[in-house]
């Protein structure tokens, strides 16, 4: 977008776009951002200084439009730095806080894309399409993945790194003797979000099924930042009550005695569902102020129900060589009870940062390939 006009006062840069929009910027805000290589390091657009290094009264003296770029002085240092109207256009922060967050409920149980392994290997469109679904919907399926052991790994390192716990590189999920968690057993599984007792939680979870021969053993997943608006709309005060007190989580097992706390509810500074924790297996006993204790209850209960809720339920029998890929601090899982026949599925734990930053590759090299 080109830049109309430019006006400028010692402390804000308004820039007027070809369309009459405008975005302000404040003078340090510009300081701080100056480019060129004096500022910042040609190879790798490293920023070379350091705030403190900056005068506190530095402000704007002067602001011009030259060439497309805003050409900026600053007082007291004498200097003249230019801003390509792209870059200002990329990082104007002057603007209405939105969110363009997809949510899903049952509906998606008929329509979640299945992603083909062979497709997602072969073609970036495909890896991007797939990784995709990943951030924005919190959930991705992929088919035809080989159901050999240890595919859950590499189907993680497609994008990013294998997080290994205590339960190894990958766990299995299956129904074993003397077993050491609810998981490993045909029992059903209320929906939930895994290891809250882990610092950080693991982001991301892979589970990929092998045998599913069994009666039942159906996947059931909920999308928590759907029931967190849901709950935010129906009742703001339980909404502020789990989005501000953190609860006690607790996973014990011979030679290991993990704990954390966390908040059933994350917003971020501007009030947007950032995670969801859930898990009534390792929530440990409660220990909020008396006060706040009773009301906290009664909104964790609201959240509880809300979230079993059939509505916002999207069921699927994981077949052998389906995968699905998953936040896990927004997409609950749980399953259905089995019995008759054999179910194994494979897991592993992955983070978000490489997913996002192989999306973001992804992205600017079709840009480019487009150009
Ligand atoms: C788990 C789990 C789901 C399943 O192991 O934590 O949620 O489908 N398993 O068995
Ligand atoms: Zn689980």
Redesign the pocket.
């Known amino acids: 977008m080109k830049i109309s006009e430019v006006s400028f006062t010692a402390d804000v840069l308004t820039v007027t776009w070809q369309d009459g929009s405008a975005s302000r910027f404040h003078g340090m805000w510009l300081r701080d951002n100056a480019q060129g290589s004096d500022y910042r390091h040609p190879d790798n657009d490293q920023r070379l200084f350091d705030l403190t290094e900056v005068p506190a009264d530095s402000h704007i003296a002067d602001a011009a439009l030259r060439d497309g770029q805003v050409q900026v002085h600053f007082q007291p240092e004498k200097i003249a730095v230019g801003y390509p109207a792209s870059y200002l256009h990329q990082y104007a922060y002057d603007r209405p806080d939105g969110s363009d967050q997809q949510v899903w409920g049952a509906a998606l149980s008929d329509s979640l894309t299945r992603h083909s392994y062979e497709q997602v290997l072969a073609d970036p469109a495909a890896r991007l399409h797939w990784l995709e679904d990943a951030v924005d919907k919190g959930i991705a399926l992929l088919t035809g993945v080989p159901c050999e052991p240890g595919q859950v790994m590499k189907t993680a390192e497609i994008f990013g790194f294998v997080r290994e716990t205590n339960y190894g590189r990958l766990?299995e999920?299956r129904s074993e003797p003397n077993p050491v968690?609810l998981?490993?057993t045909p029992v059903g599984?209320n929906v939930?979000t895994?290891n809250p007792y882990r610092d950080p939680v693991p982001g991301l979870?892979l589970?990929h099924c092998l045998v599913n021969d069994a009666e039942g053993?159906q996947?059931v997943f909920v999308d928590g930042f759907r029931t967190a608006t849901l709950l935010r709309q129906e009742d703001p005060e339980a909404f502020r009550l789990l989005s501000t007190y953190s609860l006690p989580f607790r996973y014990r097992e011979p030679g290991t005695d993990l704990q954390s706390r966390k908040r059933l509810i994350e917003v971020d500074d501007r009030g947007r569902i950032t995670a969801v924790r859930y898990n009534n297996r390792s929530a440990a006993p409660m220990d909020l102020p008396f006060d706040v204790a009773g009301d906290f209850y009664r909104a964790y209960r609201k959240f509880a129900d809300l979230l079993h809720q059939e509505d916002g339920e999207l069921r699927l029998k994981?077949m052998p060589g389906e995968l699905v890929l998953f936040d896990n601090e927004r997409a609950l899982?749980?399953?259905t009870g089995f019995s008759g026949g054999a179910?194994h599925?494979q897991?592993c734990y992955a983070d978000k940062d490489a997913l996002r930053s192989m999306r973001c590759v992804l992205t600017n090299e079709m840009r480019e390939a487009a150009e």
């Open positions: 766990f999920v968690n998981a490993f599984l939930h895994d979870q589970l053993g996947s994981l899982h749980g399953r179910r599925l897991g």
